[in-house]
T-cell receptor, first 112, second 111 residues
Framework: DAGITQSPRHKVTETGTPVTLRCHQTENHRYMYWYRQDPGHGLRLIHYSYGVKDTDKGEVSDGYSVSRSKTEDFLLTLESATSSQTSVYFC???????????FGQGTRLTVV | KNEVEQSPQNLTAQEGEFITINCSYSVGISALHWLQQHPGGGIVSLFMLSSGKKKHGRLIATINIQEKHSSLHITASHPRDSAVYICALLINTGTASKLTFGTGTRLQVTL
């Protein structure tokens, strides 16, 4: 077990409400990532972080923001959830030098 | 055009069969991951390859950097191997290493 947990694991929310997903790691890895997984698209990068307060956009970042105020936590926020953001969200951590990747268990988000 | 293509998309095999899943890509990479995802489950990295071949139990992964191609082989397949297998490219950028994923191969192994 790579010491990465996501919360919540499941969430149903209404359109227009804010939602925050949390990724917590105990491995002290520098790099953290948020992906979404949708049928037919595979996993796509939303945002990533390369250090505390250092974040950058991925390929599907519109409608999402992130924050990383400490090494162990990476938060993904949907400011105003839309039905198109219904998806399974995965957090991952990586040690760049070794290139290994470890994934959280995923969060299934449904926006109704 | 996708940077990474997997084939086949779906695969059904009988227990004991030898299975091959292919991954072709079109960009320069620093390494390639083979990932496994069970239904409703998380994602686990089976192998990370930058050259040659790796083996773990009944799983073998190979990569040919010049041809931009990798394969995942499962020998003596078993129903517990039923899962989605995902090829992911590790690409180093200025600030981080990023993974670009294939859409996966759904494997069903029957008795």
């Amino acid at each position: 077990d790579a010491g990465i947990t996501q919360s919540p694991r499941h969430k149903v929310t209404e359109t227009g409400t804010p939602v925050t997903l949390r990724c917590h790691q105990t491995e002290n890895h520098r790099y953290m990532y948020w992906y979404r997984q949708d049928p037919g698209h595979g996993l796509r990068l939303i945002h990533y972080s390369y250090g505390v307060k250092d974040t950058d956009k991925g390929e599907v970042s519109d409608g999402y923001s992130v924050s990383r105020s400490k090494t162990e936590d990476f938060l993904l926020t949907l400011e105003s959830a839309t039905s198109s953001q219904t998806s399974v969200y995965f957090c991952a951590i990586s040690g760049r030098e070794r290139g290994q990747a470890f994934f959280g268990q995923g969060t299934r988000l449904t926006v109704v | 055009k996708n940077e990474v293509e997997q084939s086949p998309q779906n695969l059904t095999a009988q227990e004991g069969e030898f299975i091959t899943i292919n991954c072709s890509y079109s960009v320069g990479i620093s390494a390639l991951h083979w990932l496994q995802q069970h239904p409703g489950g998380g994602i686990v990295s089976l192998f990370m390859l930058s050259s040659g071949k790796k083996k773990h139990g009944r799983l073998i992964a190979t990569i040919n950097i010049q041809e931009k191609h990798s394969s995942l082989h499962i020998t003596a397949s078993h129903p517990r191997d039923s899962a989605v297998y995902i090829c992911a490219l590790l690409i180093n950028t200025g600030t981080a290493s990023k993974l670009t994923f294939g859409t996966g191969t759904r494997l069903q192994v029957t008795l």
